[in-house]
Nanobody, 115 residues
Framework: QVQLVESGGGLVQTGGSLTLSCVAS????????MAWYRQAPGNQRELVAH???????NYRDSVKGRFTISRDNVKKAVYLQMNSLKPEDTADYYC?????????WGQGTQVTVSS
């Protein structure tokens, strides 16, 4: 049974920064490609970034240069450093594997960027 617990969201002004964390349990975390997703109100969930077991990363165009995904295989954690935040980054953020596994969705963490 895999459990993923996200944290670190909050309310921030435009241009501000936040770091999201996701801690996994019950899995061989180091072998997994992990990802951050987000879902804004009224929108479908979308992939934000993913990181392979070896640390290769990929980002959606709208966050390139602003967000950084990283991982710590010892702590079984994946992080999302978000800088220069914009109101359009407002969403619930989730971590999961990539491709995502329906059974792994957690509660997410809410990010609100005020203009």
């Amino acid at each position: 049974q895999v459990q993923l617990v996200e944290s670190g969201g909050g309310l921030v002004q435009t241009g501000g920064s936040l770091t999201l964390s996701c801690v996994a349990s019950g899995t061989i975390f180091s072998r997994l490609t992990m990802a951050w997703y987000r879902q804004a109100p009224g929108n479908q969930r979308e992939l934000v970034a993913h990181i392979t077991s070896r640390g290769a990363t990929n980002y959606r165009d709208s966050v390139k240069g602003r967000f950084t995904i990283s991982r710590d295989n010892v702590k079984k954690a994946v992080y999302l450093q978000m800088n220069s935040l914009k109101p359009e980054d407002t969403a619930d953020y989730y971590c999961n594997t990539w491709p995502s596994n329906r059974a792994y969705w957690g509660q997410g963490t809410q990010v609100t960027v005020s203009s």
